[in-house]
């Protein structure tokens, strides 16, 4: 078997695993859309009506604040593939739960204690583990992502792309003999242009048995 063969045999099986890798990555995202956004869009609404019918506007300002800022970092880092965002998807929510078990305890006492704040909390910490578990992933998601962006043949990996780098690789090989003009080409300038080419000389000679005739 030639060498040319086995190099084809090895990329097929390679652009077949990768495929599989990212068709996998691909699923994987679909289900992080559902676990990322379906909780901010249960959170937003709860939080903004406890906090209307109880008159305690903190709950609310909190999610108008932090709903719409984890949506657009969960976009980043599921869509773009940006890490950073994943991170940061994890790192305002862990702060903001926080922030909610310190101020808790403070809220102001109306409509029969209804504590609208720490059920905001516990609604928060399911949240909190839902989106941060699916940000951990995302990140492993995009580790792979990453990896499969530096393979031969991506994103399609399809074995055309081994035949075009192969035949980009013979048209990038000269002839011998071709490589020698260009060398004298660069190298003697002068001297190649008193080289009569052995077309020049037969037509040269065949231009003058005709005038002879």
Known sequence: MSELSINRNTKAIEFAHNLTLLNRVNRIRSLLVIFYFAPLIVYLPVAIFMGFITNVTAASLDAVIIVPIIGYCAWQACYRYRDIMAILVIAILGANQFLLWIISPYENKLFHDFQVLTKCFWIHLVLFVIVGTAALI???????????????????????????????????????????????????????????????ITDSGSSGTMDEI
């Open 138 to 200: 995302n990140l492993k998601v995009n580790m792979t992502y990453h990896k499969l962006e530096n393979c031969d043949g991506f994103p399609h990996f399809n074995e055309r792309f081994f035949d075009q780098e192969m035949d980009r690789h013979q048209y990038g090989i000269k002839d011998p003999y071709q490589e020698k003009i260009d060398s004298l080409k660069r190298h003697n300038p002068n001297e190649m242009s008193d080289l009569v080419l052995p077309d020049s």
